[in-house]
């Protein structure tokens, strides 16, 4: 946690091993993360800015312990360019062992 936090203050945007060339063969993307201090790690900005998602659509999902989506889905929009963000959905940290059917009906939408 001392590391994101830090990450975030400074802007960093770690490298990620081991990224796919291209997303291409992708029309929808399910982006999960945690929600730390109203944005998402760091290491999602750099996987987000890495691509061109124009005609993508993201459904982002993310873990939080009270504040749901915060800023994310329009940092989301700020970082994946071209893409299409779908309305995404919070669940709280100590939920999620029972938050299979919430998820099953959030993708069925």
């Not at 990224?19 to 900005?45: C, F, K, R, S």
């Amino acid at each position: 946690m001392a590391q994101a936090k830090e990450d975030k203050q400074t802007g960093k945007r770690p490298e990620i091993l081991n990224l796919p060339q291209d997303i291409d063969q992708y029309d929808e993307i399910y982006l999960g993360y945690p929600n730390y201090w109203g944005t998402m790690p760091m290491a999602v900005y750099t996987f987000l800015e890495s691509y061109d998602f124009t005609g993508k659509k993201i459904h982002p999902f993310c873990t939080h312990e009270g504040s749901g989506l915060s800023n994310t889905e329009s940092d989301i929009k700020k970082s994946a360019k071209g893409a299409v963000i779908e309305k995404g959905i919070a669940i709280h940290g100590s939920s999620v062992d029972q938050a299979k059917d919430v998820l099953e009906r959030w993708i069925q939408k």
